[in-house]
């Protein structure tokens, strides 16, 4: 069985990739993320997904390497991580009473290099916050390292009238459907080993 790399330090990601229970290794990828490309949201996500899984390919040549990011669209741009409470607040504001795209990329590069790609894109309905619903949430789960300023798997589902997606798992960061069906392929299958 190659070795299996995950090309990233995020820790849902990691908690994700867990639930297949396949052995693998986290490992920062060297890739400095460039989000002002002018790419729409698909394109942007796959071409980020690549880059960092292809950036970890000369310290393991021979490994089946996961990359994946993810972006909120809006207004035809995009929101990422928050960082501060009050960036956060502010991105949740533009987001009430909003229909919304949360876009995921996915990149498995195989033992050969070849990559495997796919795009998630799962909808959104927000409901209408108001701001001391906004302070409150932005307080008990403090999304600053989460993409729209949310955390689905907590409180954060409390801001939703409806997610539509085929895949839950891509919300949190990584398309878990999409990833066994890529690494299935590859003889990686979670139900095989």
């Given at each position: 069985m190659p070795d299996l790399i995950l090309a990233s330090t995020s820790r849902y990601r990691a908690a994700l990739l867990d639930r297949l229970g396949l052995p693998?290794?986290?490992?920062?990828?060297?890739?400095?993320?460039?989000?002002?490309?002018?790419?729409?949201?698909?394109?942007?996500?796959?071409?980020?997904?690549?880059q960092k899984a292809a950036s970890v390919r000369p310290d393991y040549p021979t490994a089946v390497i996961i990359g994946s990011d993810q972006v909120l669209a809006i207004d035809g741009g995009i929101l990422g991580?928050?960082?501060?409470?009050?960036?956060?607040?502010?991105?949740?504001?533009?987001?009430?009473?909003?229909?919304?795209?949360l876009v995921t990329g996915l990149c498995v590069l195989d033992a050969d290099?070849?990559?495997?790609?796919?795009?998630?894109?799962?909808?959104?309905?927000?409901?209408?916050?108001?701001?001391?619903?906004?302070?409150?949430?932005?307080r008990r789960d403090a999304p600053l390292d989460c993409a729209g300023s949310f955390k689905i798997e907590a409180l954060g589902i409390t801001l939703f009238e409806a997610v539509i997606t085929t895949d839950p798992s891509a919300i949190e960061g990584l398309p878990l459907i999409a990833l066994t069906r890529l690494l299935a392929r590859l003889g990686l299958d979670p139900l095989n080993h």
């Amino acid at each position: 069985m190659p070795d299996l790399i995950l090309a990233s330090t995020s820790r849902y990601r990691a908690a994700l990739l867990d639930r297949l229970g396949l052995p693998y290794k986290a490992v920062a990828p060297p890739y400095e993320e460039e989000n002002d490309l002018p790419l729409d949201p698909p394109a942007l996500v796959r071409h980020l997904a690549l880059q960092k899984a292809a950036s970890v390919r000369p310290d393991y040549p021979t490994a089946v390497i996961i990359g994946s990011d993810q972006v909120l669209a809006i207004d035809g741009g995009i929101l990422g991580k928050p960082g501060t409470a009050a960036a956060a607040e502010a991105q949740l504001g533009r987001m009430s009473g909003r229909q919304l795209d949360l876009v995921t990329g996915l990149c498995v590069l195989d033992a050969d290099g070849g990559p495997h790609e796919h795009v998630d894109t799962v909808r959104l309905h927000v409901r209408d916050l108001t701001p001391a619903m906004i302070r409150h949430y932005v307080r008990r789960d403090a999304p600053l390292d989460c993409a729209g300023s949310f955390k689905i798997e907590a409180l954060g589902i409390t801001l939703f009238e409806a997610v539509i997606t085929t895949d839950p798992s891509a919300i949190e960061g990584l398309p878990l459907i999409a990833l066994t069906r890529l690494l299935a392929r590859l003889g990686l299958d979670p139900l095989n080993h």
